[in-house]
């Protein structure tokens, strides 16, 4: 196993991803389920998502479900990854956290985001607009004030001021800056646009200004990592996901996973096929000697101090496999078929 490997923390966020003929309450138990295995594994931490009005996925109360996830394990981090700042008010954030903290205390972690409802449709439902985004960083800044009392009002968020709830900033483009100037660690992604992903980091560590939450930039690589006993099955891991990107980009809708050998066999127009073929590229696949080498590449090209694998995809044994052979790699197991 490389040293940059063996240096670097490894983490797992799940979206609860619904799959065709089964409910979303079967993709929330997964999601608790998986954490109990991620656990098992020595993942550092378990996170989840938050997403609305969306078909394909369950994940719409991420505080609440990170709260199942935590009372089902014992010793993994749990967190978030992220909260939608914009999406709700500061205050409610910081109780909803101080709540976990308070429940789970020195194993929660407070993941945040600055984008808003995936379609018009979803912003108005949640009293939000495009532009609520742009003010991310007040936001951010009036949240953390929660906790630490300053915030000039009168009013208290009990329990969570005193509290210490690490805080991530999710980011890409201007993200990053207001992750550096806050002083606050970040996860950056993906692992399809290298390039972009690179002068992400090189802007956050340029700027980064020390805070009472970090001393030093901390980075988070987050993005797709499928291991298989052949590149072929590592690949198949990809099908539905990508498929349902693809959907998505042609029907202005998020369907549920299909599994891999129907995307196979569903004709695509040429459009649906461009889209399918960009959302299989990119990730990290393939044979535990072939993702060894590429995570290393990641690593040392990014300087990250973690890995955060977002893998989704219909077939939960292959996905469940998939991290217990990645979970050897970062073990410096010698697992072979």
């Known amino acids: 196993m490389s040293s940059a490997i063996a240096s670097a923390r490894f983490s797992v966020l799940d979206r609860s991803r619904i799959r065709e003929g089964h409910t979303g309450a079967q993709a929330l138990r997964d999601t608790v389920a998986l954490a109990r295995e991620a656990e098992r594994l020595g993942y550092h931490r378990f996170w989840v998502s938050e997403h609305h009005g969306v078909p394909g996925v369950a994940g719409s109360a991420p505080t609440v479900l990170a709260a199942a996830a935590a009372g089902a394990t014992r010793t993994i981090r749990v967190g978030t990854g992220g909260v939608m700042l914009p999406n709700h008010r500061p205050l409610v954030v910081a109780e909803q956290f101080g709540v976990l903290e308070s429940l789970f205390p020195g194993r929660i972690d407070m993941g945040l985001g600055r984008s808003v409802g995936f379609t018009d449709g979803v912003r108005r439902a949640l009293g939000r607009d495009k532009d609520d985004a742009d003010d991310f960083a007040a936001q951010l800044e009036e949240l953390l004030g929660w906790f630490r009392g300053t915030s000039p009002s009168r009013v208290h968020a009990y329990p969570a001021e005193g509290l210490s709830v690490p805080p991530f900033v999710l980011a890409m483009g201007e993200g ?28 956050y560590r340029t700027h980064f200004r020390p805070s009472p939450w970090a001393s030093e930039p901390y980075v988070v690589v987050s993005g797709t990592v499928a291991v298989a006993a052949t590149p072929e099955e590592a690949r198949r891991l990809l099908l539905p996901e990508a498929w349902s990107m693809a959907y998505s980009r042609t029907h202005g809708t998020f369907p549920p996973l299909p599994p891999a050998e129907r995307v196979e066999g569903r004709p695509m ?14 990730h990290i696949a393939g044979t535990e000697e072939q ?20 893998t989704s995809t219909y077939d939960r044994e292959a996905l469940l496999d998939s991290y217990r052979r990645l979970a050897g790699i970062v073990n410096g197991e010698n697992r072979t078929g």
């Open 291 to 310: 993702v060894a080498d590429e995570l290393e590449r990641v690593l040392k090209d990014t300087g990250a101090q973690e890995i955060l694998v977002t």
């Open 269 to 282: 127009t040429a459009k649906e096929r461009g889209f399918y073929e960009s959302g299989l590229s990119g």
């Open 176 to 203: 990053t800056l207001i992750a550096a100037r806050a002083g606050l660690p970040m996860v950056i992604g993906d692992l399809r646009d290298r390039e972009r992903m690179r002068q992400g980091v090189d802007r």
